[in-house]
């Protein structure tokens, strides 16, 4: 007898949409049954999920998530426990965080450290990204050892220059050894050195306040960025994967790559397809005045709506020319966080929270008619899993898949907020947001960990996924 039977929903793959019963025996899907058909040969499980009216479609894989991560003199609010139990009630099963190297810090050290912090804490699956702080001989020749390690992705940074930094030199060397190793690389394509000259001669002028860092981190600066990425990539062979692309001419260079046959491929994140700088601009309150504009500080920054960057990004995720829906969630509170950038905001650790909600967020996108119900599923899900070699296990309800799934009800109107979301933070980014339908029942590997909004998991049940290569190069 199997344990369990999601019976009467309608199953949602990326290739389509079927009625079907989902069976789970342990942690595993092990088969998919036309309607009725289990009824007809008499099988029974221990328990059965009326799915009836609900989508059933794959656990979310949220593929840039930073848990505790050290940041302007603070660390992101939310620990592996807080965040993933939040994830999990927003659908989400399987985050991929990233292990930090900083500089002057061996990567096997930063990696290790990562892997404390998440050991035993996880309520869902997780995996790591790494982060190379500093490239050197060291952490070249320590990259080699990645993909044993099950970690086949790593992260540069073009911006944030004293912190993570890395130059054309170091780019190059190390996207050498990613197309050696098969690694893919990860760039946060921002051109730093010049963003920290504009923020410098903002604050000389007095321009102090939260709004004043999307104007330093101007879009020719991240389509400078990505463009450079592309063609040290392109010249050495190795995929490139843009993280959090906000700005549509960085999207455009992308575009420009794809056409061109290059494997480029760009991810971006909830805040910008919604959130504008207009908005942060317009942001007080009475107890923070304009500096309530901090909530929205996050690298890349808010882009302009005037400008038609949310836009842009919606139809890039229906063209294929982004293929992602990651949150970069790295929340702070405004509290003794965020507070720490008052009268300079270079000085707010950026960073927004949305891992509890990416899936509802999105799910928006179908609502409104942008997005077909299976592309909902390959941004959030399906695609993120191929990107990142976990294909087959994770993004798919199919028989021999891990039971990651969620049972998503199309009705229902709620509306985000601090006062219930979970996550570890005093604020939220979407305080008010609307949302049409919600996730009612989420499954980890057989095991319902939220049903109804209540959290029936562990931390602790989460574990360690070690992800192989790619699978979404040939
Ligand atoms: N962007 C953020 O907003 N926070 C952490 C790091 C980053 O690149
Ligand atoms: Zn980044
Ligand atoms: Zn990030
Ligand atoms: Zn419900």
Aim: glycine share 12%; aromatic share 8%.
């Amino acid at each position: 007898m199997p344990d369990l039977i999601i019976s009467g929903g309608t199953v949602v793959n990326a290739t389509g949409t079927a009625e079907a019963d989902v069976v789970i025996d342990g942690e595993k899907i092990v088969a998919l049954l036309a309607p009725g058909v289990a009824g007809s040969v008499g099988l029974v499980a221990d328990r059965t999920i009326d799915a009836s009216g609900k989508y059933v479609v794959p656990g979310g894989v949220d593929a840039h998530t930073h848990m505790e991560l050290p940041f302007g003199g603070t660390a992101a609010s939310d620990t592996f426990e807080t965040g993933t139990i939040a994830a999990a009630h927003g659908g989400t099963t399987t985050i991929v965080d990233f292990a930090v190297q900083r500089y002057g810090e061996r990567v096997q050290d930063g990696l290790e450290a990562w892997h404390k912090r998440a050991d035993g804490n996880c309520a869902i699956d997780y995996a790591f990204h790494q982060i190379i702080g500093g490239v050197d001989a060291d952490s070249l020749a320590a990259m080699r050892s990645l993909v044993d390690e099950g970690i086949t992705s790593y992260k540069l940074f073009m911006a944030y220059p004293g912190v993570f930094y890395a130059d054309d030199a170091q780019i190059l060397k190390a996207m050498q050894v990613a197309r050696d190793e098969g690694l893919l690389t990860m760039m946060h394509a921002e051109n730093g050195p010049a963003i920290d000259v504009l923020a410098e001669q903002l604050v000389a002028q007095g321009k102090t306040d939260p709004y004043f860092h999307g104007v330093a981190r101007a879009w020719q600066l991240e389509e400078e960025a990505t463009h450079r990425a592309i063609m040290l990539a392109d010249l050495t062979g190795a995929p490139l994967y843009v993280v959090h692309v906000s700005a549509k001419q960085a999207v455009a260079q992308i575009a420009t790559a794809r056409d061109a046959g290059k494997n480029v491929f760009g991810e971006t994140c909830p805040q910008y397809l919604y959130l504008s700088l207009e908005e942060q601009l317009g942001a007080s309150s009475e107890e923070y005045g304009a500096f309530e504009g901090a909530k929205w500080v996050c690298s890349t920054p808010l882009r302009a709506r005037a400008e038609g960057h949310q836009d842009a990004m919606w139809q890039a995720l229906r063209t294929n020319d982004l293929q992602v829906v990651s949150t970069d969630h790295c929340p702070f509170c405004m509290k003794d966080q965020k507070e720490l950038g008052r009268g300079d905001f270079r000085a707010i650790p950026n960073g927004i929270g949305t891992v509890e909600h990416r899936m509802d967020l999105l799910y928006q996108g179908v609502v409104t008619g942008r997005l077909s119900l299976e592309r909902w599923v390959e941004l959030t899900s399906v695609t993120p899993a191929r990107m990142f070699g976990m294909y087959g296990s994770k993004g798919v309800i199919q028989p021999g898949a891990d039971a990651d799934v969620v049972v998503y009800d199309p009705a229902g109107h709620t509306s985000i907020g601090a006062a219930t979301h979970h996550m570890n933070m005093d604020h939220s980014a979407w305080e008010g947001f609307e949302i049409d339908g919600h996730v009612d029942v989420v499954l980890s590997r057989g095991q319902v960990v939220v049903d109804d909004g209540v959290f029936h998991g562990r931390a602790g049940y989460g574990r360690f996924v070690k992800r192989g290569l790619s699978q979404y190069l040939v």
